[in-house]
């Protein structure tokens, strides 16, 4: 019974991306007259990006941000848009008149469970210029029209409706060379976590998702070919070690003030001053209702102690401080 509810929700989701995509171009003619109108207009917000490594808080932040504060962002309901970013949005508002969305939970990044007004990472969005298999985007792989289309769309967006525009999709951290050709402004939450803890739940991560311990998983550093031939501890930590140190070199292409970085710790220790800071970083007012998050989160060891030993051994080897191999 449970696999014909599957295999029915698949059939119906592929009917409405097909029947999506037939009205893409149909909506695009509508969606054009307003992105050529309010893309002229000066910017009156800079997007913001929430970046870092896999398993580091990410999803929880984005969800309580959102939920509380009168931002944009992409919800399930604009994600089925993707290529009608601006309809999407409009539709949204519409329907859900930016209400808060109340979902506190998600599958790795997923919170399709949690209705069309839930948080999504919306990778489609991005896919529509860069490749999916390839999440570091350099300079020579950066072109005018892509430029100039990203920063179209999200530039009317944001002046459309007058807010600011939050985006949760890691791979952002992998393209910030990008992101500062389309928004030399643009703002970075950049939420970090103890190697450890974040080696050790991408490691569950993958045997969750009936992965081999070997294989790679999630966010791809520009070096991920070598990545993937290393040992599964030294490929988890070298991978986090390498998305943290490409976020911080590129970092540097944007004024000090354009990050603003968030600890695990911070999430637990006390959530609503984390967001306090988020709010003064955005420049933006709390939503008039909303549920607040009883969030508890707790750092603790659950892996055998010969895979504690390995990670720690391996974070050992390189210097967290300066970013550089020893």
Request: hydrophobic content about 35%; proline content about 3%; glycine content about 4%.
């Amino acid at each position: 019974m449970i696999h014909k509810y599957l295999n029915l929700k698949k059939y119906l989701s592929f009917i409405m991306r097909q029947f999506v995509n037939f009205l893409s171009p149909f909506i695009k003619k509508w969606e054009d007259r307003f992105i050529k109108k309010y893309l002229l207009k000066p910017l009156k917000y800079q997007p913001v990006f929430i970046i870092g490594a896999p398993r580091t808080g990410s999803t929880i932040l984005y969800q309580v941000i959102t939920n509380q504060l009168d931002i944009l962002y992409v919800n399930n309901l604009v994600c089925k848009f993707y290529k009608n970013l601006f309809f999407g949005f409009w539709l949204s508002d519409k329907l859900f008149k930016q209400k808060a969305h109340d979902c506190f939970k998600s599958d790795h990044g997923d919170t399709s469970t949690c209705g069309l007004n839930s948080p999504s990472e919306c990778g489609g969005f991005w896919y529509k210029w860069l490749r999916d298999d390839k999440h570091f985007i350099d300079y020579d792989e950066i072109t005018d029209e892509i430029v100039h289309q990203i920063r179209d769309e999200l530039t009317a967006v944001i002046n459309y409706f007058d807010k600011p525009l939050i985006f949760k999709n890691l791979n952002a951290g992998q393209r910030m060379r990008l992101l500062h050709k389309c928004f030399p402004e643009a703002k970075f939450i950049f939420i970090k976590r103890e190697p450890l803890f974040t080696a050790q739940s991408i490691l569950k991560a993958k045997r969750k998702e009936g992965l081999n311990d070997n294989d790679f998983w999630s966010i791809m550093p520009y070096n991920v070919e070598e990545l993937k031939k290393l040992s599964t501890y030294e490929q988890i930590v070298k991978q986090i070690y390498f998305l943290e140190k490409q976020i911080l070199e590129d970092s540097k292409l944007f004024d000090k003030k354009s990050l603003l970085s968030i600890d695990y710790k911070e999430l637990g220790d006390d959530f609503e001053n984390t967001v306090k800071k988020c709010q003064k970083f955005i420049s933006t007012d709390e939503k008039t209702e909303f549920k607040k998050a009883e969030i508890k989160l707790r750092e603790k060891v659950s892996l055998k102690e010969d895979e504690i030993k390995s990670f720690s051994q391996e974070i050992e080897k390189l210097d967290w401080e300066n970013y550089s191999d020893k």
